[in-house]
């Protein structure tokens, strides 16, 4: 995995989360080329949104799924995964990708 992939997925996680006024949520302390600081982040967002991450695993790729699900719901992004690999950064940026647009375009 590319140190540039993860900074595209860094940047638009820090774009919503500016976009939901959230912050300080020990991002300092994290690795930003790591599955955890993609599930910090993402943590934060769902946190934000009324969701309830503490319920949610946060080792893998495919556990950050149910993560950006919910906050596709939440937006009311409709967002077709059923051919997408749910291990896959290229997924993980589909799905942020989505939620960016539908916040920029605000």
Not at 6 to 18: C, E, G, K, S, T
Not at 58 to 76: I, S, V
Request: hydrophobic residues 40%; negative net charge; charged residues 20%.
């Amino acid at each position: 995995m590319s140190g540039s992939t993860y900074m595209r997925l860094q940047n638009i996680l820090n774009f919503l989360l500016d976009d939901h006024a959230v912050s300080d949520f020990g991002e300092s302390t994290l690795d930003i080329e790591s599955f955890a600081s993609l599930h910090a982040k993402a943590d934060a967002l769902c946190s934000a949104c009324g969701g309830d991450p503490a319920t949610w695993e946060n080792k893998t790729l495919a556990q950050l799924q149910p993560k950006l699900d919910f906050l596709l719901q939440y937006h009311e992004i409709d967002f077709d995964d059923t051919d997408l690999d749910p291990d896959s950064l290229a997924t993980v940026e589909a799905k942020l990708t989505a939620l960016y647009n539908a916040h920029a375009n605000n």
